[in-house]
């Protein structure tokens, strides 16, 4: 491990204008590169602190063994340059996309003297013009099969052409009229180089002159009396529109643009792309990467934009380029894909209408291609099980951890603290497992001692259940105080499956073969946090006599596991299938809790005084609000101003007075600029 301040240049040697910079390691090769508008700036970020900087990044920079720049004259010349270093060193600190199939494009080959219609996959050669991406070769096939009605370009291959020439007969497309025949001298090259254009132009968006003429020669040939050609032209019109209707019109305005979407967590990303042409979604795309350097929503655009037009030109960069968030630079940007395209390329984010309903479907496909790719690679046995060797490895376990527990502590300014426990055997997430837990021991913001509260809670139950089973032949006697100071541990614990309703714990029978809550325990305990949190789990286990459990803890952000009593954190390989289970399981917790947190916290917003009132449902709480105005002047009346209200009785009024007047006066709001007493009146508020 280099030290940075042995290759650090000095100040006055790094220069203040825009540039591209390389790293390097000991052995020469390349590991990162990046762009700055200022070299010095940006290149003193990397020479601070070790302790200051993001891990990523401290890897990085601890990896390398010297620094190189070059200077530009602008940012979009640096911004060229890095995409050309990227793309020749392949730096394994750079984030790089890769896709997540090989997609096929339609082709037509304008570099041939007969242009030919096939589909191509791989890299994108010069003099072809491609369309797509497709989902599906199919797709395309089947597109191209209805286009050949009015479009009869050569689909055949070189050999097949060649042979046709040779013998003087077309193939079968030619003699049923989805082929003009070229090599059989039926069109000259002109003609069929025509149509190759023709065929590109429909496929670019611009249908309605086509139909139209379609429409037009087809009224003239009916007045005429040619009625075969009438027929025959009809339907070539329906062909046209069957092919277009395989595209969904999503823009209504004929927008060429391309829309960027971006899904991520702390450790990887995915990229979806839509390519609208013509108003319609004519292909669609999408990436999945490692996130190797520090870099946000911005940056990983930015990656993506240099990846999608670094090799394009032309109309294969659209006019208007959507995106979640802006590059750090967007103007460079801009001019940059401006050149490539070679005319003004608007590059924005979508604020309203079709294009950010649009941003938003593009969105849900990256939030679902994301998701996807972790559940393939979770739900593969032989990748679980090296996880679960891996993590064993680098905890000191006998065994693999086959059952999880991870448990996180969420909480809004200290109000409505809760906690969640989140089980996965075998690698693989055990949702009727789940528990949620509320903190009952004080009260405020306390995240270490609300996770000592709770994992002395779970473990007690699990000994209560131990000793109700008989495993125990008698009660072993804790070596120290009940797990929290103040909670309830008589009190059943919040516990529910996810996202639906908590309910009582109550005693499971004997016979009925189900998992008795709390009975099991796990292998490994994981908490949401560092030294603290780890420390605080460690003593609640402690307290009640177990030590066969591990526990470990996952910083947010650093991906650093804890232990108890280490100084230092075990770092897991980047690349580690153990480092991607705890943090997958670490994610899910957090997750949890927060729902949970989120719904207790709406509860609360919304609870009245009248909730107290037993039998009172909700028609009838709106009712007494409906009549009385606000609560206030409900508190005011008398128990026969309340009885006026239909369907309140008598017992029911007295029930609602005695609730309101034992609920404590609010106090009066004051106006902060003017010292006013905001007083409540029928109309709302004034002052």
Not at 440 to 465: A, C
Request: aromatic share 6%; net charge negative; with cysteine.
């Amino acid at each position: 491990m280099a030290d940075p301040s042995s290759y650090r240049p000095k100040p006055g040697q790094i220069p203040d204008s825009p540039g591209v910079y390389k790293f390097r390691d000991e052995h020469r090769r390349v590991i990162y590169v990046g762009k700055a508008k200022n070299l010095r700036q940006r290149l003193a970020n990397y020479f601070q602190d070790l302790a200051a900087l993001h891990p990523r990044t401290r890897t990085m920079v601890t990896t390398a063994a010297s620094v190189e720049w070059t200077v530009v004259s602008t940012e979009v010349e640096a911004l060229q340059l890095e995409y050309s270093w990227i793309k020749e060193f392949d730096p394994r600190f750079n984030v790089k996309y890769r896709d997540d199939k090989s997609y096929p494009y339609l082709a037509v080959t304008l570099d041939e003297e007969f242009p030919r219609v096939q589909v191509m996959r791989g890299a994108k050669k010069k003099g072809v013009r491609y369309f797509g991406p497709y989902g599906h070769a199919w797709a395309i096939r089947e597109t191209v099969d209805l286009m050949l009605r009015v479009f009869p370009v050569r689909t055949c291959s070189a050999g097949v052409f060649r042979n046709a020439a040779r013998t003087g007969r077309p193939c079968l497309l030619g003699y049923i009229g989805k082929c003009s025949a070229p090599c059989v001298g039926r069109v000259t090259p002109e003609e069929h180089r025509e149509l190759a254009d023709d065929f590109c132009d429909f496929m670019a968006g611009r249908t309605g002159t086509y139909i139209r003429r379609l429409e037009k020669d087809m009224m003239a040939a009916a007045e005429e009396m040619e009625y075969e050609r009438a027929a025959r032209l009809r339907d070539d019109v329906e062909a046209l529109k069957r092919a277009m209707e395989k595209s969904a019109v999503v823009l209504a305005d004929a927008t060429d643009a391309d829309l960027i979407a971006v899904a991520e967590d702390e450790l990887e990303a995915a990229v979806q792309i839509f390519h609208v042409r013509g108003g319609r979604v004519r292909g669609q795309r999408g990436w999945v990467t490692d996130k190797v350097e520090n870099v946000d929503t911005s940056g990983l655009v930015e990656h993506a934009l240099q990846q999608l037009y670094g090799e394009e030109t032309g109309d294969s960069v659209p006019k208007e380029v959507l995106v979640p968030a802006l590059p750090e630079d967007p103007d460079a940007v801009s001019q940059w894909l401006a050149g490539r395209r070679g005319s003004q390329v608007s590059l924005r984010i979508p604020q309203r209408g079709d294009k950010k309903d649009l941003m938003a479907t593009v969105q849900r496909n990256a939030q679902q291609a994301l998701g996807l790719h972790k559940t393939k690679r979770a739900s593969d046995l032989t990748t679980r099980s090296r996880a679960l060797e891996e993590i064993a490895e680098a905890l000191g376990l006998d065994t693999a951890p086959l059952r999880i527990e991870c448990f996180d502590i969420s909480h809004l300014q200290g109000d409505d603290v809760v906690a969640s426990m989140v089980v996965f055997e075998d690698g693989l997430a055990r949702k009727s497992e789940y528990r949620r837990f509320q903190i009952k021991g004080f009260e405020g913001q306390d995240d270490v001692r609300s996770m000592h509260e709770v994992i002395g809670r779970r473990f007690k139950r699990y000994l209560q259940e131990k000793e109700r089973t008989g495993e125990w032949e008698e009660t072993p006697a804790p070596s120290g105080p009940v797990p929290a100071p103040g909670a309830d541990t008589t009190a059943p614990d919040t516990a529910a499956a996810p996202d639906t309703a908590s309910e009582p714990d109550v005693e499971p029978r004997e016979d009925d073969g189900r998992p008795k809550r709390f009975a099991y325990p796990p292998q490994l305990v994981v908490v949401d946090g560092g030294q603290p949190q780890v420390a605080a789990a460690k003593r609640a286990l402690d307290e009640l006599g177990i030590d066969d459990i591990a526990v470990c803890g996952l910083a947010k952000r650093l991906e650093e596991v804890w232990l108890p009593e280490d100084d230092d954190p075990v770092v897991l390989p980047r690349s580690s299938e153990g480092l991607y289970l705890l943090q997958r399981v670490r994610d899910e917790a957090h997750r949890f809790a927060i729902t949970y947190q989120r719904a207790k916290r709406a509860k609360r917003i919304r609870s009245s005084p009248l909730d107290a009132v037993a039998g009172l449902g909700e028609t009838r709480k709106q009712a007494l609000i409906k009549h009385f105005g606000s609560v206030k002047k409900l508190k005011q009346a008398t128990i026969d101003e309340i009885c006026e209200v239909p369907g309140i009785g008598r017992r029911t009024a007295e029930s609602v007075a005695v609730a309101l007047a034992s609920t404590a006066p609010a106090a009066p709001a004051v106006n902060t600029a003017t010292g006013e007493i905001i007083e409540e009146n029928d109309g709302g508020s004034t002052t």
